[in-house]
């Protein structure tokens, strides 16, 4: 678990915008999933 919990750290710390990070997480895991961080 630590090292997705790191490289997701890295992606927020690189993100300036929660698209940003929505997209860079999608580029890396290679997952179309809109709301990924969203909750009901």
Request: glycine share 2%; aromatic share 8%.
């Amino acid at each position: 678990m630590t090292p997705h919990v790191n490289s997701i750290l890295i992606l927020m710390k690189s993100s300036n915008f929660v698209v940003e990070l929505r997209w860079l997480v999608g580029q890396q895991r290679r997952v179309d999933r809109p709301n990924l961080f969203e909750t009901k």
